[in-house]
Each structure stands twice: as C-alpha cells, then as structure tokens.
Nanobody, 125 residues
C-alpha cells in the first residue's frame, strides 16, 4: 500500500523558514515526478514545485521561485521542500504527490497518482 506522509508544517512569522518532508512507504520515488501542492479553503489546489527524480530536474511556480527549493534524499526515500522568506500568502495546507513518470504536466493535480494527507503551514505578521 502506497503511503505518502508529509511533516514539518508549523506556524512561523513572515520572513521565516520551514522545511517540509514527504516520506514514502510502499513506493519508491526513483524515476518519479514528486510534486508539492498547496491549498487554502475554497481555493483550487496549486502546484508549488516538482522534482523529476530520474534526472533531478526541478520546476517551480512563479510565486515561489527563488524562495522555495525542492530536493530529494534517495536513501531515505524522502523529498523535501525548503521554504524561505515566507509570506502571508504562503499560508496553506501543503500536500505532496507522486506519479511514476516525468513531470510534463506537474502543475495539474490530476497528473499525480498518489497523495499525502498534508501538513499545515501558517505564516503570520
């Protein structure tokens, strides 16, 4: 059974940093697209970043470029999202997702096969 578990969410002040983790069990992240999405109540799920583990290609939404970094630890079968210079508008539930193919349509939630339950990030002034 595939399970993705996110962790690392917290409440931080604007300008602060957090690192989110997405650990997989029952599934190997090798040669997969792993994405991070975020969602606020009443809004659609927004693609934030993605990583093609087969080659290391990273992709980012314009809203987070230069502030967020997606990376992987192959040995731990874990993908991270390092978030810096956090803004109020980064407040959301963050979910990781994965699919066993390159990230050609990574910003579309329906492109992914497996999802985690999410971890809450709250940024305050």
């Amino acid at each position: 059974q595939v399970q993705l578990v996110e962790s690392g969410g917290n409440s931080v002040q604007a300008g602060g940093s957090l690192r989110l983790s997405c650990a997989a069990s029952g599934y190997s992240f090798r040669y997969s697209c792993v994405g991070w999405f975020r969602q606020t109540p009443g809004a659609e799920r927004e693609g934030v970043a993605a990583l093609w583990t087969g080659g290391g290609t990273t992709l980012y939404a314009d809203s987070v470029k230069g502030r967020f970094t997606i990376s992987q630890d192959i040995a731990k079968n874990t993908v991270y999202l390092e978030m810096k210079s956090l803004k109020l508008e980064d407040t959301a539930m963050y979910h990781c997702a994965t699919a066993p193919r390159p990230c050609s349509s990574w910003s579309r939630p329906e492109y992914f096969d497996y999802w985690g339950q999410g971890t809450q990030v709250t940024v305050s002034s």
